[in-house]
């Protein structure tokens, strides 16, 4: 969570900063602020809201500046308003400091810098860091980023921090520990950034800072990174793997519809060269040197969150019925704490759109600690995920910036079902004639997905019968019951519209109590082993006079006559269905988000990256 971003060199800080921070705005935006070195001076503006809100804030402000930082955030501690927006400034004015992340002892070292006297303005944690480098660096004479590494010393959490200080004016101190960090590498000018986003504008050399990395950038010097024992460490550059128009809506009103558009285009980019012309699965990114642990597992466990744990559900449909292997999925953030019992035969596949989930990382580090073989299913090249798995693919989705995942999900469907194929053919536990009908019907998928595009306009109609409604129920038997969860998250994540998914079957054991004339109930009814018990779970809910949206496969008739509305889709098998039926569910959320005037690109309290616990 929240979006950093700095720059030194001879340009304008100020334009780069503040659309460097519109690029981030995913990572967090309920304030922003910028700090800006101007002579001996550090000039500071924030104010809670977005971006746009800080660039009205100032416009009659003095902003020339060759060396700045800013900060877009999303609250941890302390409510969203201006004092507790970044950046926070020493007392004296000569370091300000901004930092994504959680000071985990903030409270006892805030306690001991109020007894020595410091003020404190804000409820945040990170204040307390520009406090306690202040009172190293004056008491013990010693360089800035001495006293940072120092300070550093004394934290438990978890941070990326950017420092400047008015001792040295082209200087940005930069340092990380389990929250990502980037230097961008210009001619004489250097950028810093949470991600490539506000960086690859300028250059596509970058350097990632790893866990407890301390950096000086400055202008007049070499970059020079030490560890937090004080060790030098030689800077190794990278290529930026994203380029700028990846990162523009172009002509769609909102990100979000950019990215469902793109799923076509993304599933095949996920496919690519990873299916031989004889229709084998040849090779998965990174994981061909785990194979054999693969080929060897006895259980798999696949741990995330949100929307990359429904792609996970929708994986043990995949594993257990093309692999013949048992197969758990978890929420990372229950996996970490359970003490979870794990051996060497186990596989973990860890799936993450950021790969910067706080506790998707967790979980990794746990199934290592216990010797199981890790496998990465993620998004962003070069993350922390993808950096600490043991193998892993990437989905190549390109870059997700709406808020609520779309192409992250079918994308991530799409690699686990080539995992679960490549297994399934090596070790052959299905037909070799249903391995290729499920190869050629993967294929197809793409154009299955822009057919349905054709019906948006009727898909946005449907969604105006949401605007009144406060309530939704999504039902789903088999692979489409994963799909029910994620329709409903996707609806009350961007429109706030509650709603909520079940198995089709569950309803009669609770929810059906609220079904009455004003609820609408999505079913996906799509033509599958459990079509006849779904048309009884639909006969249930219109008994109580529910009203049924449902999602049914093109030539259906006995569904479509008991629905109110019906969205048609293509016929396709049973195991790829969440691939096709859960495009329709995208667009229905996105149409009543946007009817009902939501944000859906930055819906409220939400962030892209959950990079805290
Ligand atoms: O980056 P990750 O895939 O690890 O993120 C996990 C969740 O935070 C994410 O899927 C979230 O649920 C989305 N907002 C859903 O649209």
């Not at 400091?97 to 805030?110: F, Q, V």
């Not at 389990?178 to 950034?193: D, K």
């Not at 950096?387 to 994308?411: D, L």
């Not at 569950?506 to 109930?521: N, Q, S």
Request: glycine share 6%.
């Amino acid at each position: 969570m929240c979006g950093i971003v700095g720059y030194t060199g001879s340009r304008e800080a100020y334009p780069i900063l503040i659309d460097g921070v519109k690029r981030l705005e995913y990572r967090g935006y309920d304030s922003a602020g910028v700090a800006l070195l101007q002579d001996d001076n550090i000039s500071l503006y924030k104010c809670r809201g977005k971006v746009s809100e800080l660039e009205r804030f100032c416009l009659d402000k003095n902003i020339k500046a060759h060396t700045g930082i800013a900060h877009t955030r999303w609250a941890t501690h302390g409510e969203p308003n201006d004092q507790n927006a970044h950046p926070h400034l020493s007392e004296d004015g000569k370091i300000a400091l901004i930092h994504n992340g959680i000071i985990e002892n903030y409270l006892i070292l805030k306690r001991e810098l109020q007894r020595r006297g410091y003020q404190f303005k804000s409820e945040t944690d990170t204040e307390i860091l520009v406090h306690l480098i202040r009172d190293i660096s004056k008491n013990e004479n010693i360089s800035m980023a001495e006293a940072v590494r120092q300070a550093l010393n004394e934290v438990v959490g978890t941070y990326a921090l950017a420092i400047i200080n008015t001792e040295q004016p082209e200087e940005i101190i930069v340092a990380k520990k389990g929250s990502p960090l980037l230097i961008g590498m210009g001619e004489n000018e250097y950028f810093i950034a949470s991600d490539g986003a506000p960086i690859v504008k300028y250059t596509n050399k970058v350097i990632y800072l790893e866990d407890g990395d301390v950096a000086v950038i400055n202008t007049n010097k070499k970059i020079e990174i030490r560890n937090i024992n004080n060790e030098k460490k030689r800077p190794y550059t990278q290529k930026l793997e994203i380029t700028l128009d990846q990162l523009e809506k172009g002509d769609f009103p909102h990100y979000m519809l950019k990215e469902i558009f793109e799923q076509p285009r993304a599933i095949q980019d996920s496919m690519r060269g990873r299916i031989n012309v004889e229709k084998d699965v040849v090779s998965l990114g990174g994981i061909i040197d785990y194979e054999a642990k693969l080929m060897n597992a006895k259980r798999f466990i696949i741990a995330a969150c949100g929307t990359s744990w429904h792609a996970g559900l929708v994986a043990e449909y995949l594993f257990e019925t093309l692999v013949r292997l048992p197969v758990e999925v978890e929420y990372a953030s229950e996996f970490r704490y359970r003490n979870p019992i794990l051996n060497e035969d186990d596989v973990v596949i860890v799936i993450s759109q950021s790969g910067e989930t706080a506790d998707t990382l967790a979980a990794l580090e746990i199934a290592k600690e216990r010797g199981a073989t890790v496998i990465g299913v993620c998004n962003v090249v070069g993350s922390t995920l993808a950096r600490n798995t043991h193998a892993g693919s990437y989905t190549h989705a390109g870059p997700e910036i709406g808020v609520a995942s779309t192409k992250a999900f079918t994308t991530q469907v799409t690699v686990l079902t080539l995992m679960a194929l490549s297994l399934a053919r090596k070790k052959g536990s299905i037909s070799l004639s249903y391995y290729h009908r499920l190869i050629n019907d993967l294929e197809s998928i793409p154009q299955k997905i822009d057919i349905i595009f054709q019906q948006n306009d009727y898909i946005k109609q449907i969604a105006s019968f949401f605007t009144n409604k406060r309530n939704a129920i999504y039902l789903g038997r088999g692979v489409n019951y994963p799909v029910a969860l994620e329709g409903a998250l996707k609806l009350k994540e961007i429109s706030y519209i509650h709603a909520e998914g079940y198995p089709a079957a569950e309803m009669k054991h609770g929810p059906i109590a609220l079904i009455d004339e004003e609820m609408p109930v999505v079913v996906i009814a799509t033509m599958q082993g459990t079509y006849e018990k779904i048309g009884s779970n639909i006969q249930e809910v219109i008994a109580r006079k529910g009203k049924i949206i449902s999602i049914v496969t093109e030539g259906d008739t006995q569904v479509k006559e008991m629905s109110d509305f019906c969205i048609e889709i293509p016929a396709t098998e049973e195991l790829l269905m969440p691939l096709v039926s859960s495009i329709p569910l995208q667009l229905l959320a996105y149409h009543v988000a946007v009817s009902l005037g939501c944000d859906v690109d930055k819906p409220r309290n939400l962030a892209k990256s959950v990079s805290v616990e």
